[in-house]
């Protein structure tokens, strides 16, 4: 009976842990799937979002998109204008200032 009573306890515990959630905006955008994994503006220039994006499944590094300029800054410090249907276009059109 106590074995059946410590059983009972540990599974109601272990049902009320919740765990974190893991949760991503994607969409469907130029026939690809992107996900925005991560994102953080910039308190400086609100036009401005470090984010980490995957692209039908492969992740990014983070990189800064400039909504202002449309242009991605990579890590090694590369400037990159946003191509058609890129992941920047979403991440800019997503979170525009209205």
């Not at 990189?63 to 590369?78: F, I, L, M, S, W």
Request: glycine share 6%; proline share 3%; with cysteine.
């Amino acid at each position: 009976m106590v074995k059946f009573v410590v059983l009972v306890f540990l599974l109601i515990l272990s049902c009320s842990v919740a765990l974190p959630a893991l949760a991503s905006v994607c969409r469907n955008y130029g026939g690809h799937r992107i996900c925005i994994i991560s994102i953080n503006r910039s308190a400086k220039n609100y036009w401005e979002y470090r984010a980490v994006v995957s692209v039908d499944g492969v992740k990014r590094p983070m990189e800064v998109y400039n909504c202002r300029a449309g242009v991605k800054v990579q890590r090694d410090g590369t400037v990159l204008a946003f191509k058609h249907n890129d992941p920047g276009e979403l991440i800019c059109s997503f979170f525009q200032k209205s």
